[in-house]
């Protein structure tokens, strides 16, 4: 017999394997004239009634708003006044510096690890904007910007990442894994993807109840790739479920190029289409129509016309976390060539073509925007930081595993303790 | 005998008029009445819906409490696991079925990860109160896939509960119970004794449950605690420890050889009636431990650290364990891998040497 191993020797062409490869790496000039980006208001805004099979345009091609020379164009144009762009930029400029004053505490020891949203604001700030404020989300670890916009105390966002006493989540998770259910967020899971089905259970409840409220998901776009994601399509098609999925295409999961995703043989937005999902690709760095897809698909849903998948097409301008060197892996270049732009400066810039803002207020802003959150940093460190003893007690290790304390758990948390009390002397040397 | 579930008065009992079910229809009548009790108690699965079930445990909800509280699913344990931990945040109570246990391990890490931890990851914000429904163990000629008994990997998994009931009348009592508790449950429901008791001797005649005391299941609504063992038959010889299936092999076999033995019935592995197990082990002096699931890291390795832990002094011989072998579950050779009559009289033979 044929050793099963050897080649086959048939005449047949030999087979090759495609490993992705992105196109620039650390040093390359990065040129990214090759994606087709479209005009702003090239893409019509079809009903929110429409039949999937007729959104293919919507799905390869990118809805944009934000023109170059920095007005709205086209349908899509969400149309929102002054006041709510102003607010728009304020809440993108707060997670900006929140951002940086978050990243510098990780490198000055006061907590274990940081992830920024640099370049990402405008999808998750602009969508929550545009869903009602008791829409459940179910966030990935970079939507910060939804507890914004949702008027969650920034004091309480950093005690959870300093893991301190004041800490709501009693220092169990790790930090900027966020829950807050008066706030309709979602515990933030480190495992990728969980959400998306979880999204879609919950849209699935709302309608059972003949509830109004719709539930959105966020997910990277490295993370489409689990099985969690592709579930989520499948039950949110065949119950037809009041869900909105985005998926953030930020170009990079760590050092994973979007390719290993599957993206050198499709868009993400169109995924959707094979499940009968409505499916929008938008432009991440346009705020206005990050903004106006939310709203397009929240109509959909609220109509009983079915889930939407978005794709939001952008760039991490940053590192993965404080725990990554992107310089590792990717050319430097690859943040300024992006040619989408920063999501700030182009919504800055929009209001101040439309004469609603100028340099003065902004550079004000933005140092108002560092101000409250150095002062916030520094009333939160009075609840400790991690590491220093502040912690919550130490029974509370062993609490809300289960509703009630079983005997093995009880027995374990008086074991806690006394090694505690050999160590130290006492249960809490610190606090 | 069973001891008489801890929330049903006497009085209640013997006004009940006596009927008898099998495990099955024990089950159907708990969803049944969960259903109408609780507007929140969904029912999904793999054919759960119109069909009522491959075996049948769903049989007629739909048709009763309609589409919206009973329906089936996509063939996607990882996405029913999932929407069921998203629906329970919204604040239903979803009782998700697994066709198999053998299939639930796509949706395991939707359990492990997400359901078992919601609760302590978010401090109480959230709550996964689900009871998962799963036909486990062999003994029916399933195949590899049709025969698993995966207990532990989920006893091993702090935040989840996992309940094994032995009889119709726990059946219904405990899966009341897992569906009104607010963490999330593994039901795991012995399917080779659905239809009766099983005496370990698979070539004699099944007997039908009817035949046996613990069929007559109550009418209404009564629960059976969680966390509480069964006292099968009070004995001195030495205690054996099960549950599912083997608490009827181990019970017959007792029978048969005239041993004096003292059976738990443990209901639920997490939490564990560690009082009752003490208690009977320290009477005893003896302990066998017996369960279906392959051996290595199964159940039966956790009871036998805590009995020896907990019991050492009164131990009058080494604990002993009985168990499936640590293959695949075999289709042809199923009998000679069951934990059956000769590997359990063996072992008891051992154990009252000396
Ligand atoms: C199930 C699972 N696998 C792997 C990881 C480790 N991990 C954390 S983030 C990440 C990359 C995710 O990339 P992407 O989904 O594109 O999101 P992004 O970080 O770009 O926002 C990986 C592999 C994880 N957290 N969970």
Redesign the pocket.
């Known amino acids: 017999m044929a050793d099963p191993r050897a080649p086959s020797e048939s005449n047949r062409p030999a087979l090759a394997l495609h490993v992705p490869e992105p196109k620039y790496r650390p040093g390359d000039k990065a040129d990214f004239s090759h994606i087709d980006i479209g005009q702003p208001g090239d893409q019509p805004r079809p009903d929110e009634g429409i039949h999937p099979s007729q959104m293919a345009g919507l799905a390869y091609g990118l809805v944009r708003v934000l023109g170059d020379d920095n007005h709205a164009h086209g349908p899509w144009n969400p149309r929102l006044d002054p006041e709510t762009l102003r607010t728009m930029l304020g809440h993108m400029a707060l997670v900006r510096a929140f951002d940086e004053r978050m990243f510098r505490g990780q490198r000055q020891g006061k907590t274990s690890f940081y992830m920024k949203c640099t370049g990402e604001e405008a999808t998750s700030i602009a969508p929550a904007m545009a869903l009602a404020s008791d829409d459940m989300v179910f966030p ?1 670890y ?1 939507q910060q910007g939804i507890l914004l916009v949702r008027g969650y105390p920034l004091i309480e966002m950093i005690n959870q990442i300093y893991s301190n006493k004041a800490d709501k989540l009693k220092g169990r998770q790790l930090p900027i894994m966020y829950s807050s259910r008066e706030h309709s967020f979602f515990s933030i899971s ?4 969980t959400q998306c089905p979880q999204a879609v259970g919950w849209a699935m409840a709302s309608a059972i109840k003949g509830d109004s409220r719709i539930a959105a998901s966020w ?5 489409t790739a ?1 099985g969690d994601f592709h579930s989520a399509c499948t039950f949110a098609a065949v119950y037809n479920a009041p869900v909105i999925l985005n998926v ?1 295409n ?1 170009q ?3 050092s994973s190029f979007s390719g290993f995703a599957g993206a050198e043989r499709t868009t993400f937005a169109a995924r959707g289409l094979g499940y009968g999902i409505a499916a929008l690709r938008v432009d991440g760095n346009d705020a206005l129509a990050c903004y106006a897809a939310t709203e397009w698909a929240a109509n959909r849903a609220r109509g009983n016309d079915g889930p939407t998948l978005i794709e939001y097409f952008t760039y ?1 301008a940053e590192g ?1 976390s404080t725990s990554d060197d992107p310089s590792g892996y990717r050319s430097a270049q690859e943040r300024e060539e992006w040619p989408l732009g920063d999501p700030v400066t182009r919504l800055k810039n929009h209001l101040i073509a439309i004469g609603e803002w100028d340099e003065q207020r902004h550079a004000a802003m933005d140092l108002e925007c560092a101000e409250r959150v150095k002062a916030t940093t520094k009333e939160a460190e009075k609840n400790g930081i991690l590491g220093h003893g502040l912690h919550h007690p130490f029974h509370t290790m062993f609490e809300d595993v289960y509703e009630d304390l079983p005997w093995h758990l009880e027995e374990q948390a008086e074991q806690a303790i006394r090694e505690r009390i050999a160590k130290f002397g006492t249960e809490r040397p610190f606090g | 005998m069973s001891d008489q579930p801890a929330t049903l008065g006497e009085n209640v009992l013997t006004d009940a008029p006596e009927r008898r079910l099998n495990m099955i229809e024990a089950i159907n009548e708990a969803l049944d009445i969960m259903l109408a009790r609780d507007p929140d108690v969904i029912i999904m699965g793999e054919d759960v819906g119109y069909f009522g079930g491959v075996f049948r445990a769903t049989a007629g909800l739909q048709a009763k409490h309609g589409k919206n509280r009973v329906f089936d699913t996509p063939i996607s344990e990882c996405g029913i696991i999932g929407v069921a931990v998203g629906m329970g945040a919204y604040g239903l109570r979803p009782v998700p079925e697994i066709q198999f246990a053998d299939y639930i391990y796509p949706g395991l890490d939707q359990l492990i990860s997400e359901a078992a931890r919601l609760r302590y990851r978010s401090a109480g914000d959230y709550i996964a109160p689900m009871t998962v429904r799963s036909p486990f163990g062999g003994g029916i000629f399933g195949g590899q896939t049709h025969s698993q008994s995966p207990e532990a990997l989920f006893t091993h998994v702090a935040g989840l509960k996992t309940v094994i009931p032995a009889t119709p009348h726990d059946a219904k009592g405990l899966l009341i119970s897992a569906i009104e508790d607010n963490d999330p449950v593994i039901f795991f429901e012995p399917k080779r004794i659905y239809n009766g008791p099983f005496s370990g001797y698979y070539d004699k005649p099944v007997e039908p449950w009817k035949k046996h005391p613990d069929s007559v299941v109550p009418e209404g609504y009564y629960k059976v605690p969680l966390g509480k063992a069964r006292v099968v038959q009070e004995g001195e010889a030495l205690t054996v420890l099960a549950y599912g299936t083997m608490v009827h092999v181990a019970e017959a076999v007792c029978r048969e050889k005239g041993v004096d033995a003292e059976i738990l019935d443990l209901r639920t592995l997490v939490p564990l009636d560690i009082k009752a197990i003490e208690a009977s082990v320290e009477k005893t002096g003896r302990c066998l431990i017996v369960h279906e699931a392959t051996r290595t890291s199964g159940f039966g390795a956790e009871l036998s650290a805590l009995v020896t832990e907990r019991c050492f002094y009164h131990l009058e011989a080494p604990v002993e364990r009985v168990t499936g072998f640590d293959t695949p579950y075999p289709h042809s050779l199923e009998w000679a891998y069951f934990p059956g009559p000769v590997r359990i009289g063996e072992a008891i033979d051992k154990l009252l040497k000396d």
């Not at chain 1, 480190?190 to 993807?193: D, I």
């Not at chain 1, 997910?219 to 993370?223: C, L, Q």
Request: hydrophobic share 35%.
């Open positions: 990935s970079r480190g495992n990728l993807a997910v990277g776009e490295g993370s689990e953030v930020n990079w999961a760590i991490r993965h």
